[in-house]
């Protein structure tokens, strides 16, 4: 397998992590930030209903980022390190 | 970020930095990082009370990220890790009777505390000698690096018991191995995580790999795979107990989905003898930080 090079490497790192923490933090603002009250309710009522809801969540959430990383590690070629450069990528585009 | 379950404001963003942090290793060697997470989640300001449970329920979406991510690249056998969790699910429940029956003597810190020491110590050691060699005999005798195993013996012993029914499990090339074998094994690291109440990732890769024969990238696959069910049971535990703070379990999954992905795929990059090497570190690390904790506690003078 032919390898890149680390300088390469880093910056399709970074593009990704770039690109993933502006998804998650609009995530965290919009999503979760307004979620605390309903699970305290829930919390506070009974904590076996909790416990499902806990693991429901848990368990959405990491399909869902699961299918967000893998198309983001695949647009970016992350995952094909040596094949395509980064910035050939955007650059055709 | 204000949390409500455990009344504390914490910044979303350390939160998903320690879960990045423990979800490259976890990818990378299949574990579940909570020797690293714990201590790291306490130190941004999660309540002690909630640190084990919410680790746990972060965990279970990390492990899906991983364990999806190794399957693709052909890593995980899941035939093995259905027989692996079954074991292991008995050992757990034995492995806390255990420690029930143990709290009755007044000594129990000490005692699994030095326990967990000297089998962490052993663990990390035996696993850096046999990289070591594997890696000395790649060089010296040109064998595929994937195939190279410092310590076969066991593995050799184990295939040879010829106790029916015999099962095969081709993705991690094993053509016949007593059912009993593999049930053993996984209630063996079930007692130990039980008793030591710790997942078992620790335990249980090395196991796989010297025990069972299975390659490495398998045993990091299969062990995350397994990881999905564990820490799955132990959120819904810890949760109905009110030691879960599902929210902040969600905010550091975020940062440890990517983690995970990228440790998952770096082991592409790594021959079997050079992550075990590298994983020897890991239990060291996890008993240093128990000694520390008993020095600590004053009960070791």
Redesign the interface.
């Known amino acids: 397998m032919k390898k890149l090079e680390p300088r390469i490497l880093f910056r399709n ?1 970074a593009v ?2 770039i690109i ?1 923490g502006g998804l ?1 933090l609009a ?2 603002f919009f999503v ?2 307004w ?3 309903w ?2 309710s829930i ?1 506070n009522s009974n ?2 209903v ?6 429901g ?3 959405i ?3 869902f ?2 299918f ?3 198309v983001l ?1 695949k647009y970016i070629k ?2 094909q ?1 040596g094949i395509r450069r980064i910035l050939d990528v955007f650059s055709n585009r | ?5 455990a009344d504390v404001t914490i910044s ?1 963003i350390l939160l ?1 930095g320690v879960g990045f942090l423990v979800g490259i290793l976890g990818g990378f060697f299949g574990v579940g990082g909570g020797f690293l997470a714990g201590p790291m989640m306490f130190w941004t300001g999660v309540p002690m009370n909630f640190v084990i449970g919410t680790d746990l ?2 965990m ?6 991983a364990t ?2 190794h399957r693709a690249l052909g890593h995980v056998d899941m035939k093995l890790g259905m027989y692996m969790v079954l074991g292991t699910i008995v050992g757990v429940e034995i492995g806390a009777r255990f420690i029930e029956a143990l709290e009755d003597t007044g000594a129990i810190d000490i005692t699994i505390g030095i326990t967990y020491i000297v089998i962490l110590t052993g663990i990390s050691l035996f696993t850096a000698w046999e990289s070591i060699q594997a890696i000395q005999m790649v060089r010296t005798d040109q064998i595929d690096v994937q195939e190279a195993v410092g310590f076969k013996g066991l593995t050799k012993r184990i295939r040879a018991i010829n106790i029916p029914p015999m099962v095969s499990f081709p993705v991690s090339g094993i053509e016949s191995i007593s059912i009993w074998m593999v049930l053993g094994v996984g209630l063996f690291t079930g007692l130990l995580a039980g008793s030591l109440g710790v997942g078992g990732g620790f335990i249980r890769m090395p196991m796989l790999i010297y025990v069972l024969g299975i390659p490495t990238h398998v045993a990091v696959g299969t062990d995350l795979f397994e990881i999905i069910f564990s820490s ?1 049971f132990g ?2 535990t810890h ?4 030691n ?1 703070d ?2 902040m ?3 550091m ?3 440890a ?2 983690g995970a ?2 440790g998952a ?1 770096a082991t ?2 790594f021959a079997g003898p050079k992550i075990r090497l590298a994983f020897s570190v890991l239990p060291l690390i996890g008993a240093v930080l128990v000694a520390i904790r008993l020095l600590g506690s004053g009960m070791v003078h």
């Open positions: 790192l990704e992590l993933y998650i995530y965290n979760l930030r979620m605390g009250d699970l305290l919390f904590l076996t909790y416990a499902l809801y806990a693991l969540l848990i368990v959430q990491g399909v980022l699961d967000v990383t893998t590690m992350l995952d390190f | 970020m204000y949390f409500p379950i979303p998903m329920a972060h279970t979406g990390k492990s899906i990220v999806h991510r799955a959120t819904i949760a109905i107990k009110g879960v599902i929210l379990a969600l905010v999954h975020t940062g989905a990517i992905q990228i795929t592409r990059f």
